[in-house]
């Protein structure tokens, strides 16, 4: 779907300072695993904590769908059906086979994704032809940067670390980001904000992101938790010049939420979480997207 099309009609592709305020979004909890060890990630199931990634449960492709129709039936103002976790959304089949099935069922709603990009070139037919919006999240172009972000990296049956498993990842985030932007996919890209680390690189990854042919770019503040949880938050004005120094390549997004993986609503507004997933069923805490 073309970007002009989806900053009418979702909450998290409308840049500017007014953003969207008359959409809302679902988050479908079905992607339990993740393939990589972000040190910022914070494995959690709760109820009281709003962040990326932190889930009551995880639920069935089929759960999903019935969730789905309840939470259109108390906020129709929701247009889009996204899935960010509480694991990678392309380390399990759920996520895409929960598209597909939304497909079917609600051919309007908008589908949207958030990966971390290392499966997409592999799997980049399927996510064309059951995702309009993709968001990756690319902290950096720098493998050395990215051995400081990323504890380990599992691939082809091989479990990476340091610089080779930044190497792959990076490799697999930019060949996927291309062939999504090319096979008509609006792909925004969610940089996570760790002033110590990679506060410098903002420019340079915007610059790319656009290059590659992502349309929208947003800025995520670190939540200090797990490995990084000593480590200081953006403040205002970091986060302000960071969103400049991006502005000058690519479109930015400013009003991001910190989502849950189980959200539903409009960003900011009122959350419908409780009376649409029933009964979560808890499962071993895994980790959350970012
Ligand atoms: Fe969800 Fe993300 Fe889709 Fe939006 S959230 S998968 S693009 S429908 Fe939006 Fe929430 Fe920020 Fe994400 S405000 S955390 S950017
Ligand atoms: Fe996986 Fe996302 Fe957590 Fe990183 S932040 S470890 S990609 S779930």
């Not at 970007?3 to 840049?15: G, T």
């Not at 339990?32 to 009281?48: A, D, K, L």
Request: hydrophobic share 40%; glycine share 10%.
């Amino acid at each position: 779907m073309k970007i002009s099309e989806l900053k009418l009609n979702h909450p998290c592709f409308a840049a500017g300072k007014t953003g969207n305020t008359e959409n809302g979004r679902i988050h479908l909890p079905v992607s339990p695993g993740c393939n990589i060890e972000c040190r910022y990630c914070e494995r959690s199931v709760n109820n009281f904590e709003e962040a990326p990634g932190v889930s009551g449960g995880v639920i069935s492709p089929q759960e999903a769908v019935e969730a789905l129709s309840r939470a259109l039936e108390l906020c129709p103002e929701i247009t889009v059906a996204g899935i960010a976790g509480p694991g990678d959304t392309l380390a399990t089949p759920y996520a895409i086979e929960t598209f597909r099935l939304i497909k079917q069922k609600f051919p309007k709603l908008i589908t949207c994704m958030s990966t971390n990009g290392l499966m997409l070139p592999e799997r980049i037919e399927e996510v064309a032809a059951n995702v309009d919006s993709l968001t990756v999240t690319l902290n950096t172009l720098n493998a050395a940067t990215g051995a400081k972000i990323y504890n380990a990296v599992y691939y082809g049956g091989k479990r990476y670390t340091g610089i080779d498993a930044a190497e792959v990842l990076l490799e697999n985030q930019l060949t996927g980001i291309e062939k999504a932007a090319a096979a008509g996919v609006t792909v925004k890209i969610n940089t996570v904000l760790i002033p110590e680390i990679n506060g410098d690189e903002i420019a340079g990854i915007a610059e790319k992101a656009s290059s590659l042919g992502a349309g929208i770019f947003n800025i995520i503040p670190l939540l200090p938790r797990a490995h990084f949880r000593n480590f200081a938050a953006p403040g205002c004005d970091q986060i302000s010049s960071a969103r400049e120094q991006a502005e000058e390549y690519i479109k930015v997004f400013r009003h991001c939420g910190h989502c849950r993986a189980d959200a539903v609503g409009k960003l900011g507004g009122k959350d419908f979480r409780d009376a649409v997933f029933l009964n979560l069923p808890e499962v071993e805490n895994t980790f959350s997207h970012g």
